[in-house]
Nanobody, 125 residues
């Protein structure tokens, strides 16, 4: 049994920053690649960022590069997503995902086995 619980979402103004957190339980956290995805109504789930089990490899969607930072604290079983300079287009439900460590971290939602319930991020203009 693996559980992922996101937190940190909310309503912010354009240009503001947020830090999302994802707390994991029931998993050997350090052995899992972690990722953030987001989804808006009527659109497919979109990759945002991923981090390898060791924290040494990170990938970002083009929309996130330069603005978002993914990090993890394995001792706390927690992964973070720092989001800066938020525009209204970043409004979405943000999901945390986990996958047993692969040779290469994945950007595909289909390859992640465990998901949180999501946290809503709303950026007003």
């Amino acid at each position: 049994q693996v559980q992922l619980v996101e937190s940190g979402g909310g309503l912010v103004q354009a240009g503001d920053s947020l830090r999302l957190s994802c707390a994991a339980s029931g998993v050997t956290f350090s052995s899992y690649d972690m990722a953030w995805f987001r989804q808006v109504p009527g659109k497919e789930r979109e990759f945002v960022a991923t981090i390898s089990w060791s924290g040494g490899i990170k990938y970002y969607a083009d929309s996130a590069k330069g603005r978002f930072t993914i990090s993890r604290e394995n001792a706390k079983n927690t992964v973070y997503l720092e989001m800066n300079s938020l525009p209204p287009e970043d409004t979405a439900v943000y999901y945390c995902a986990a996958d047993a460590a692969r040779l290469r971290v994945s950007q595909r939602a289909q390859e992640y086995d465990y998901w949180g319930q999501g946290t809503q991020v709303t950026v007003s203009s």
